[in-house]
């Protein structure tokens, strides 16, 4: 159940956990997991409490480029059985709130009994508020403090910042990995040139998304799903050089064994292998033999994928 901050009240003592959670990675899904576990173990309603738009593009005026959107985020979050979503519409306003003013609101909004949190969790103005901040609140207002461990890839604590990263310099593999699904892109089939259908390999060209990272350019093994039925696809990521030259990057997918008209329809385009850069070919034979091969590179990585 999604509720605005504002009309929140809860009468029952609830437990909380609190943050953005862009990406829902891995490290968030184990604090999501144990709101839900104490949630069954104590009887208690359970909330999760996050922000729209993020604090930092407010309070430090960041650009910031999300791993999911708030309609996605929240949806995945949903996945997890709770009782409320509460969100709070981060604003100048409440960028100013000391940390005692957010804990307290929280105990009177939301009858706070427990907040479950990670080691790196900061709150208030100029999050100054940290941990051990937080446990003395928690000791002055009557609630507990669980600190949940970071969830480590390669030795190394999972963080939306790596998954970005990892996503900019084509590491797909190891983004997915950290995520605990395949990253995607969301958007809807927009007219193109028509050029791919020419040579015999239609694509579907998705608008897309604001604000959403965009992985290394290229082109990837995808899936695509296209109203609940999924496809392999090959995707280039880009500014397709031996056909169109565009000037702006563009999303598009050559879906195999597909030949419906999609066009304004939600295509969402799972991203499961880096295959290769883009390549300004030379010649049309030349680009379809490497279309072929890309084809063909896709099917089998998929398969083993989602065979194994």
């Not at 279309?291 to 990585?301: G, H, L, P, Q, Y």
């Amino acid at each position: 159940m999604l509720i605005d901050w504002g009309r929140i009240k809860i009468n029952e003592p609830t437990i909380v956990t609190i943050g953005v959670f862009d990406g829902v990675h891995r490290g968030h899904q184990a604090i999501l997991s144990l709101l839900v576990e104490k949630s069954f173990t104590f009887g208690l309603p359970s909330v999760v409490l996050t922000f729209d738009p993020h604090p930092s593009e407010i309070v430090r005026k960041e650009r910031i480029e999300f791993l999911l959107d708030i309609n996605d985020r929240l949806a995945i979050i949903e996945k997890f059985p709770h009782s409320y979503t509460v969100l709070i519409r981060f604003d100048e306003q409440f960028a100013e709130k000391t940390p005692e003013e957010f804990v307290r609101e929280m105990k009177e909004r939301l009858n706070l009994k427990e907040i479950i949190i990670g080691q790196n969790f900061h709150f208030g103005k100029g999050r100054k508020g940290n941990i051990n901040l937080l446990q003395g609140l928690g000791e002055r207002y009557n609630f507990r403090v669980s600190i949940v461990p970071p969830v480590e890839y390669q030795g190394v604590p999972i963080s939306s910042s790596r998954i970005r990263d990892a996503l900019k310099k084509g590491n797909i593999n190891s983004a997915n990995e950290m995520l605990g699904r395949y990253f995607f892109l969301k958007g809807r089939v927009i007219r193109g040139k028509g050029l791919g259908k020419e040579i015999g390999f239609p694509t579907a060209n998705i608008s897309l998304p604001s604000r959403i990272i965009i992985p290394k350019l290229g082109v990837y093994a995808s899936i695509g799903t296209i109203e609940d039925e999924k496809f392999i696809g090959v995707t280039n990521i880009g500014f397709a050089p031996s056909l169109k030259g565009e000037k702006e990057v563009t999303v598009e997918t050559h879906f195999l064994g597909f030949n419906r008209d999609i066009y304004d329809r939600l295509v969402k385009i799972e991203l499961v292998e880096y295959i290769r850069p883009e390549i300004k070919f030379s010649s049309l034979e030349q680009l379809v033999t490497q279309i072929k091969n890309d084809i063909e590179f896709a099917r089998d990585i998929i398969r083993k994928k989602v065979s194994g």
